[in-house]
Structure formats: C-alpha cells, structure tokens
C-alpha cells in the first residue's frame, strides 16, 4: 500500500494501527509502503515535525484505509465456488435424466406404433389379395356353369368374411389405443376359420376335407382369447 502527502520540507513519520508495534522512523520520503495486508479496514496516523527543531512531532492525521480484495481472493470464495459447481452438476443432471425419460417415452411409442403395424399386416396377410382374387375366380367359375345357389351362397360369405376381419382389426385399433387389450371371441374366430376353410374347398375341389368338434363342456360363446 502506498500514502502519498502534499509535498513538504518537513519530516514525517507512519504508524498502522494492528500492524506496527511502534512509528516508522521518520524519514524524509513523501510515501509509506505496506505489503501483503490482509481484507479489512486499517487506520493511517501521520505524524509531522519541523525539520528545524521540533523533535516530539505532531499528529495531523488518521486515514481510514479499506482494503478489498478481488472476488476470487475472498475467504469464502472457494466455498461459494464449490456450491456453484454442484448446482451446476446437479442441474446437468436433471436435464440428462429428463432427455432419458423423453428418450424412453419416444422409444416406447415407437415400440406401440410398431406393434400396431405388424397387427394391421398381419390382418392383411390373413386375407390378401391373391387369396380374394382366387376366390373370386372360384366364385366366376361358378356363375359360368350357371350354379347361382352355391355363387350366392360364396358371395355372401365372402362379404362375410370381410366384414368380421375389418371389424377385428378396426376394434383392435381402437383397444390398443385406449391401452387395452382386443379380446376376440372363441366363436367368432372358429366362423372366421370355417368360412375361410370353404373358400379353400372351392378353390381345390376334393382335394381335402376337414371336421372340427369341441367338447361339450366348452362354451365357445363365453370363452375370450387374445389375437
């Protein structure tokens, strides 16, 4: 720390209040110099003396000097510092652990998008287009030998056969979304299957033949299955 004074043919002497024990001897230098003082406040007195003769001095002035040091020499500096860093890492990791449940949520939605594709595929696989166009040919064949019962009778199945698959995938569309599960019943599918085996019958003419029973004590009309 430097003090300067007004210029002066006189002797001047220092002393620090908490830092000296005693006055600087005095010297005809117009400045003091302290070093290395510690953040806080500091009283200067001045003493004054004729270089003539006057040996005691006299006090002509108390400075009150503040020191401050800059914010990274501060005592509590590098507590605040350490609070500051751990917010920050905790905050860091709020924003990590949300991007990774909105990753998982995205994730998860694709999954149920997925799923409810591959059912409508699957829908669509059991009856495809080719199998249509086959029985449709079945159904011609028919008219063209003039056998109007059993072309009705196909055609009307076949209308059948295409309202209950669009039916199921539409109500399965429409569970899956409410996050439930399409239950579809036992007697519902065994008609599917049985108009659908006809269809392959018409198709191969005595090329197969099939039976299907169940016991008696299996109530097709109450039991529900998932697809």
């Given at each position: 720390?430097?003090?300067?004074?007004?210029?002066?043919?006189?002797?001047?002497?220092?002393?620090?209040?908490?830092?000296?024990?005693?006055?600087?001897?005095?010297?005809?230098?117009?400045?003091?110099?302290?070093?290395?003082?510690?953040?806080?406040?500091?009283?200067?007195?001045?003493?004054?003396?004729?270089?003539?003769?006057?040996h005691r001095g006299r006090l002509i002035k108390s400075i009150v000097i503040v020191v401050n040091y800059p914010f990274y020499k501060e005592r509590n500096f590098g507590f605040y510092l350490a609070l500051c860093i751990l917010f920050v890492g905790l905050l860091f990791s709020l924003l990590w652990y949300n991007n990774l449940l909105r990753f998982k949520t995205i994730e998860m939605e694709r999954s149920s998008w997925e799923n409810k594709y591959l059912k409508n595929q699957m829908l669509q696989s059991q009856l495809n287009p080719h199998f249509i166009f086959n029985v449709l040919t079945s159904i011609q064949n028919l008219i063209s030998k003039e056998d109007t019962i059993n072309a009705n009778k196909h055609i009307f199945n076949l209308s059948r056969l295409m309202r209950r698959f669009l039916d199921s995938s539409i109500k399965s569309n429409i569970t899956s979304n409410m996050g439930e599960d399409h239950l579809i019943l036992l007697s519902n599918e065994?008609?599917?299957?049985?108009?659908?085996?006809?269809?392959?019958?018409?198709?191969?003419?005595?090329?197969?033949?099939?039976?299907?029973?169940?016991?008696?004590?299996?109530?097709?009309?109450?039991?529900?299955?998932?697809?």
């Open positions: 720390m430097i003090c300067q004074i007004a210029n002066t043919d006189r002797q001047v002497s220092f002393f620090l209040e908490g830092q000296e024990l005693d006055w600087k001897p005095w010297q005809n230098e117009l400045n003091v110099q302290y070093q290395n003082l510690k953040e806080g406040k500091y009283n200067l007195n001045v003493l004054l003396k004729d270089i003539s003769g006057d065994i008609e599917l299957i049985k108009m659908y085996v006809e269809f392959e019958q018409l198709q191969y003419k005595d090329k197969f033949d099939y039976k299907g029973y169940f016991e008696d004590s299996i109530d097709v009309e109450d039991i529900k299955f998932r697809r």
